[in-house]
């Protein structure tokens, strides 16, 4: 298990058995876009011990990371267009992270939550003084935000959903984990190469050229997809569309978006095997035959 500090998320827009849907969410509103991205929430009251928001008996606590609790401690992010999201909890009994009516914070069994999306489980960011931490608010009620109570730096400390005041109780950052990128309804997970070429292969435990963290840019929810195995280089294409993992100075392009359960380029080239998905297939770009993708947490 990885307890290292994660990079957290850019300022804002991002297998547990969760639907992905396209199309008209309540109201309107447009439903998931991205894949689920598992990810710690930091609070900033407790830099740098590192204290992350926990459920637990039914209640948001913030609580420093152990063993015993990881799986507590780990959220499932589900970004939306227009900047919105839902937080699920991967415990044992997943639940959902619900504002209600705006007013009081609630944790829902997962199969209460349903397709349209209730406004009540969907939240907005927004970066505060430009740094990495930011308000968590209720997309129904955006006076009210996520809110440490009373400020408090004990261990166990309760979170509550609480009137937008500035405090620093309120902020908080997002850390995304180290990820298998699995092909849906296979055990094959992408994986880079000894040519920096991006293929996919059976999973394995033991192999970080598997691992991968997708880091969201919360202004448009596009995001950049870092490898483990290889230091300070990304997933990236060039003009040709040719796909590698190289360094950011390569003159390469690492900007990608998600449609769905697939990964594509801001114009829509998607990552693809072509229909081949059998052990040591080249992953690829093309328009046609996108790769149905879903992100497993490495813990």
Same mark, same amino acid.
């Given at each position: 298990?990885?307890?290292?500090?994660?990079?957290?998320?850019?300022?804002?827009?991002?297998?547990?058995?969760?639907?992905?849907?396209?199309?008209?969410?309540?109201?309107?509103?447009?439903?998931p876009?991205?894949?689920?991205?598992?990810?710690?929430?930091?609070?900033?009251?407790?830099?740098?011990?590192?204290?992350?928001?926990?459920? %637990?008996?039914?209640?948001? %606590?913030?609580?420093?990371?152990?063993?015993?609790?990881?799986?507590?401690?780990?959220?499932?992010?589900?970004?939306?267009?227009?900047?919105?999201?839902?937080?699920?909890?991967?415990?044992?009994?997943p639940?959902m992270?619900?504002s209600?009516?705006?007013?009081?914070?609630?944790?829902?069994?997962?199969?209460a939550?349903?397709?349209?999306?209730?406004?009540?489980?969907?939240?907005?960011?927004?970066?505060?003084?430009?740094?990495?931490?930011?308000?968590?608010?209720a997309?129904?009620?955006?006076? @009210?935000?996520?809110?440490?109570?009373?400020?408090?730096?004990?261990?166990?400390?309760?979170?509550?959903?609480?009137?937008? @005041?500035?405090?620093?109780?309120?902020?908080?950052?997002?850390?995304?984990?180290?990820?298998?990128?699995?092909?849906?309804?296979?055990?094959?997970?992408?994986?880079?190469?000894?040519?920096?070429?991006?293929?996919?292969?059976?999973?394995?435990?033991?192999?970080?050229?598997?691992?991968?963290? %997708?880091?969201?840019?919360?202004?448009?929810?596009?995001?950049?997809?870092?490898?483990?195995?290889q230091?300070?280089?990304?997933?990236?294409?060039?003009?040709?569309l040719?796909?590698?993992?190289?360094?950011?100075?390569?003159?390469?392009?690492?900007?990608?978006?998600?449609?769905?359960n697939?990964?594509?380029?801001?114009?829509?080239?998607?990552?693809?095997?072509?229909? @081949?998905?059998?052990?040591?297939?080249?992953?690829?770009?093309?328009?046609?035959?996108?790769?149905?993708?879903?992100?497993?947490?490495?813990?």
């Amino acid at each position: 298990i990885e307890h290292s500090r994660n990079e957290t998320c850019s300022p804002p827009p991002s297998s547990m058995a969760f639907v992905s849907h396209k199309g008209s969410d309540i109201d309107g509103h447009d439903g998931p876009s991205q894949l689920k991205q598992y990810m710690y929430i930091q609070s900033s009251l407790n830099k740098p011990n590192g204290y992350y928001l926990t459920a %637990l008996d039914n209640q948001v %606590l913030n609580s420093p990371l152990t063993n015993d609790l990881l799986q507590f401690q780990l959220w499932c992010v589900q970004f939306y267009d227009g900047g919105k999201f839902t937080i699920a909890s991967k415990g044992a009994q997943p639940q959902m992270m619900s504002s209600g009516s705006g007013k009081q914070l609630q944790l829902l069994r997962l199969e209460a939550s349903s397709f349209p999306t209730p406004p009540g489980q969907l939240w907005t960011y927004e970066n505060v003084d430009s740094g990495s931490d930011g308000l968590i608010k209720a997309f129904i009620s955006p006076g @009210n935000v996520l809110d440490i109570v009373g400020g408090s730096l004990s261990e166990g400390a309760q979170v509550q959903l609480y009137a937008q @005041n500035g405090g620093p109780n309120q902020r908080f950052s997002f850390e995304p984990v180290w990820s298998y990128i699995q092909i849906t309804g296979t055990d094959l997970v992408l994986e880079v190469d000894s040519n920096n070429q991006v293929i996919c292969n059976t999973k394995s435990t033991s192999n970080d050229n598997q691992l991968w963290r %997708l880091k969201y840019s919360w202004t448009d929810g596009n995001f950049q997809i870092s490898a483990k195995s290889q230091q300070s280089m990304m997933m990236a294409y060039d003009h040709d569309l040719s796909l590698a993992v190289v360094h950011l100075s390569s003159g390469s392009t690492n900007i990608w978006k998600g449609d769905g359960n697939s990964v594509c380029t801001p114009r829509s080239h998607y990552l693809t095997t072509n229909g @081949n998905t059998t052990a040591g297939s080249q992953v690829i770009i093309s328009t046609t035959n996108p790769l149905q993708l879903d992100l497993l947490p490495q813990i």
